[in-house]
């Protein structure tokens, strides 16, 4: 094996261990090869390669989703797709063709070199653009235009056999400019998490970059209160995003790191709201809309705010790396965040942060109305100890996510943690439909192969 990937890559990798785990509380587990790719065409000598000797490949990129969806299968490859980083953006159309390794820092230098603009996850500017769109991630323009999933108009991909497929109107067109009219078959590629393929090139919408904008934060002494007004400002259409951030977030943003109870004075709930416009007329529709939608909680602009605490800059200019999340005594992160209905947020939010106080873990819960409010986002995110509390927040993940679950909300970059509880409760076509697709296409399992691997 060594000898053929030294032939199609010019060597591997020997710092197996170092690809082994990630941040979370997924089991880590040591593959027997990394590769680096450094052209395209070397993805399906690779993918025939691992067919026809039944060895697992698991693509990545920098490995930072937080639900152990990149680790590796034991024995297997790792396939580093750092080096594909290829931008080629249609600005008539407003869409992007991407390659797996173009990271959020350098996608926004390109888009905004042609008056083009996208939105950002919390992420690190490293982190890859299409590895989260595969993964139908969030932005700051959730509330506008939904999920990346919905952003995402074709793929080009490998299968197992090293047959390349393109998605979209590009399968006709070579033109990535729509996600139909023919059937939808770019779906087979998202939140699969490279279980079906090797995503090559995906073509990602983009918008218009506007000449003015603003972000604003709007402290609120409840979640209830913050929720309300997500749920007005959504329907208005006004608004990029409406996205809320409880208060340990802000806690630990200023640097604090043990936190106590809340202060009952202190606001529960921050809600950051995010638009632009491009004349100064409409600017200022939105900006007394908010503040007619939210009269208790007047809006504080984030470039003031960062005058007296110059440690929000994070929040401020995306991409940005969160510190506060990543470079923690303890080293670990993970979350469970989930799509479900708007009219429970309170309820969800509520329920989740009973639990996770009750586990003595800060309530970081993120909240956010998504595609003009037809659904909501809720996430609960943690810090922990790896070496000491790895166990206990696997048990507090599927406590979570059965009291999520029970609501109505199903997690998204499902972590192998969910998986006994997502069994229990998938439709059971569904499931034995994705396990045909999955044979049909991949008939000796070497696609990311623990992945949705449900029992
Ligand atoms: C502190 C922090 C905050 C974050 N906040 C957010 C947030 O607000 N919203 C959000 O959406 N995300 C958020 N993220 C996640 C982040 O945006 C994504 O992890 C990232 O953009 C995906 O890139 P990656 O390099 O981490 O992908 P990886 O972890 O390398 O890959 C992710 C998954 O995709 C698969 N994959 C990778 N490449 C391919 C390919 N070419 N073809 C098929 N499958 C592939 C991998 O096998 C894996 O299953 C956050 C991450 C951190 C660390």
Not at 168 to 184: E, F
Not at 250 to 274: H, Q, T
Not at 328 to 347: D, N, S, V
Request: proline fraction near 8%; include cysteine; glycine fraction near 10%.
């Amino acid at each position: 094996m060594r000898e053929d990937l030294v032939r199609i890559f010019g060597g591997v990798h020997e710092d197996v261990a170092a690809h082994a785990g990630d941040m979370t509380e997924n089991e880590p587990r040591t593959p027997a090869f990394v590769v680096e790719a450094t052209r395209a065409d070397q993805v399906p000598e690779l993918l025939r390669l691992a067919s026809a000797r039944g060895v697992p490949v698991t693509p990545k990129v920098t490995g930072l989703n937080i639900g152990g969806l990149a680790i590796p299968a034991e024995g297997g490859i790792v396939l580093d797709l750092r080096k594909l980083d290829r931008v080629e953006i249609d600005r008539h159309n407003m869409v992007a063709w991407i390659e797996p390794g173009v990271s959020w820092a350098r996608l926004k230098e390109e888009a905004h070199k042609v008056g083009l603009a996208l939105g950002f996850p919390l992420a690190p500017p490293e982190t890859s653009v299409l590895a989260c769109a595969l993964m139908d991630g969030l932005s700051t323009m959730a509330l506008a235009h939904g999920s990346f999933g919905d952003w995402v108009h074709g793929v080009e991909a490998y299968l197992a056999d090293g047959t390349k497929v393109v998605t979209g109107s590009a399968a006709m067109s070579g033109r990535p400019l729509s996600r139909g009219p023919l059937p939808d078959l770019t779906g087979m590629f998202l939140n699969w998490y490279g279980g079906t393929g090797v995503v090559t090139r995906l073509a990602l919408a983009l918008w218009p970059k506007r000449a003015f904008r603003e972000r604003e934060i709007l402290p609120f002494k409840d979640i209830e209160g913050g929720i309300a007004l997500m749920r007005a400002g959504a329907r208005t259409g006004l608004f990029d995003d409406l996205g809320g951030l409880s208060w340990p977030a802000a806690k630990w943003a200023f640097g604090l790191d043990r936190l106590g109870p809340r202060d009952p004075n202190e606001p529960e709930l921050y809600v950051i709201a995010d638009y632009g416009a491009d004349t100064k007329a409409e600017m200022k529709v939105k900006e007394e809309r908010l503040r007619e939608l939210a009269p208790g909680a007047p809006p504080i602009p984030v470039a003031e705010l960062l005058a007296l605490a110059p440690d929000l800059q994070p929040f401020a200019e995306l991409p940005a790396r969160l510190g506060f999340l990543m470079d923690h005594e303890g080293g670990g992160l993970t979350w469970i965040g989930t799509f479900g209905p708007m009219e429970r947020l309170e309820e969800g939010a509520r329920a989740g942060m009973r639990i996770v106080e009750g586990s003595g873990n800060p309530p970081l819960v993120v909240v956010r109305p998504m595609k003009g409010g037809h659904y909501a986002v809720l996430r609960f995110i943690f810090r922990f100890d790896k070496a000491r509390d790895t166990e206990r927040v696997r048990a507090l993940m599927v406590e979570l996510g059965r009291a999520l679950m029970d609501l109505g909300y199903v997690p998204y970059k499902c972590p192998a943690t969910l998986y006994e509880e997502v069994a229990r409760r998938i439709d059971p076509g569904f499931r034995a439909l994705m396990e045909r697709m999955r044979k049909a296409i991949d008939p000796k399992g070497i696609l990311n192969p623990d992945r949705w691997k449900l029992p």
